[in-house]
């Protein structure tokens, strides 16, 4: 427990699974299914006030507004306060098996943020309505998802966004190595969970986490 008697949702992750705080050097793991909060899109995530940044704000408008429910007459059952989880995207485009880190333009994105296990679908769609009215915000666009990633390799990359294919070729590498092969497909995507924030840290600084989904060859 923290300090403050607020429960560190990371420290959950990590004590249930390593899968949160991987390594410097490849590492297997297994991802446990999980619930999210969802906006997809597709696009160059640079854009200035672009769909990706929109959906940014629709991602933490939802989640803030579940995380202090408990100052508001609803009641989520099980319902104990935490630390919103960090920003995570799964990338893709069209015919590319992996991902082409030089065509943003054609970028297909789901950002989520991870849910607590007692949040349920309703407790969801109250806080959509919520934060809409509240925020002056369309939430709509947001979704409930359940993912489960299953067998995975991943890393902890250092350094800018565009500097990651050196970080993949580490990985492709260790697949190689161990007898896995990438499984990338239509349900299974370039997974990155971001733990910078990137307004205040310094770009060699950045710290990401990359999940790709694999399979025994």
């Known amino acids: 427990m923290h300090k403050n008697g607020e429960e560190t ?13 991987p390594k410097n050097k490849p590492e297997i793991v297994t991802v446990p299914k999980a619930n999210y909060i969802a906006v997809r899109g597709k696009g160059d ?6 769909a990706y940044q929109q959906s940014i704000s629709v991602l933490y408008s939802v989640a803030y507004t579940l995380k202090m429910s408990y100052k508001t007459d609803y009641r989520i059952e099980g319902f104990f ?13 069209e015919g590319v098996k992996g991902f082409d880190y030089m065509n943003k333009s054609a970028l297909n994105w789901i950002s989520v943020i991870r849910l607590p296990d007692f949040i349920k679908e309703a407790d969801f769609q109250w806080a959509v309505e919520t934060a809409t009215k509240k925020k002056k915000l369309d939430c709509s666009v947001a979704e409930f998802l359940t993912i489960d990633e299953g067998l995975c390799v991943q890393i902890m990359h ?7 294919p050196a970080t993949v070729a580490l990985m492709d590498a260790y697949l190689a190595e161990n007898g896995y092969v990438n499984d990338f497909s239509d349900t299974r995507h370039h997974h990155e969970i971001y733990l910078s924030d990137v ?6 600084k950045w710290k990401t986490v990359i999940r790709h989904p694999i399979r025994k060859k």
């Open 81 to 93: 306060d935490y630390v919103v989880p960090p920003l995570e995207g799964f990338w893709w485009q």
């Open 199 to 204: 307004r205040k840290v310094p770009p060699e």
């Open 158 to 164: 250092m350094g800018p966004f565009d500097d990651e």
């Open 9 to 21: 949702w990371p420290l959950i992750l990590k004590k249930n699974t390593k899968s949160f705080m």
């Open 45 to 50: 995530p640079n854009e200035e006030g672009g």
